[in-house]
T-cell receptor, first 113, second 114 residues
């Protein structure tokens, strides 16, 4: 069974540009989460989808970040325009409600120059 | 607000010696507690979880953790370190009883030397 897949694995962009990160959760997992780790800091919650609906987006830093999950399958996280402080690793996770386990992807590393 | 503190940012042990990674949490309610591990260029992997059943929790790869309410601690241990244990370890707390909105510690990087 495929795990949580994220791409790109690494993206380098200049300040002011736009980047879109994608996450494919494990098939059948309705709950999808985005987390972020800025360098030197702890991993922080960004938002939570249940199917295509945003259940909790209290962790989104500002309106330059837009997350979508059309059709309740894969999700995208767009940063527009990117700022230097957006650099970090963005993790996606999906939740198996039968086991209660959260499965993480390998993360997308974003570098904003 | 919930929080979790990992007391050591780096721990170095010799192969074959015990591992202790320390974690304390703040609690107003009964928490769910987890330890995750991240090996280089890999995703976060669940090592073990505590959800108010037995206070001594056994995980994968020989790791275990003990929930001590009186000390608000959830330290991770392993009797004998292996080179493959070198990774970053995260103590995580959740108060919702589900996987929603996990709060992560800052991580402990474990180095294992020969």
């Amino acid at each position: 069974e495929a795990g949580v897949t994220q791409f790109p694995s690494h993206s380098v962009i200049e300040k002011g540009q736009t980047v879109t990160l994608r996450c494919d959760p494990i098939s059948g997992h309705d709950n999808l989460y985005w987390y972020r780790r800025v360098m030197g800091k702890e991993i922080k919650f960004l938002l939570h989808f249940v199917k295509e609906s945003k259940q909790d987006e209290s962790g989104m830093p500002n309106n330059r970040f837009l997350a979508e999950r059309t059709g309740g399958t894969y999700s995208t996280l767009k940063v527009q325009p990117a700022e230097l402080e957006d650099s970090g690793v963005y993790f996606c996770a999906s939740w198996d409600r039968d086991t209660g386990e959260l499965f993480f992807g390998e993360g997308s590393r974003l570098t904003v120059l | 607000a919930q929080s979790v503190t990992q007391l050591d940012s780096h721990v170095s042990v010799s192969e074959g010696t015990p591992v202790l990674l320390r974690c304390n949490y703040s609690s107003s309610y009964s928490p769910s507690l987890f330890w995750y591990v991240q090996h280089p260029n890999k995703g976060l992997q669940l090592l073990l979880k505590y959800t108010s059943a037995a206070t001594l929790v056994k995980g994968i790869n020989g790791f275990e953790a003990e929930f001590k309410k009186s000390e608000t601690s959830f330290h991770l241990t392993k009797p004998s370190a292996h080179m493959s244990d070198a990774a970053e370890y995260f103590c995580v707390v959740s108060y919702t009883g589900t996987a929603s909105k996990l709060t992560f510690g800052t991580g402990t990087r474990l180095q294992v030397t020969l």
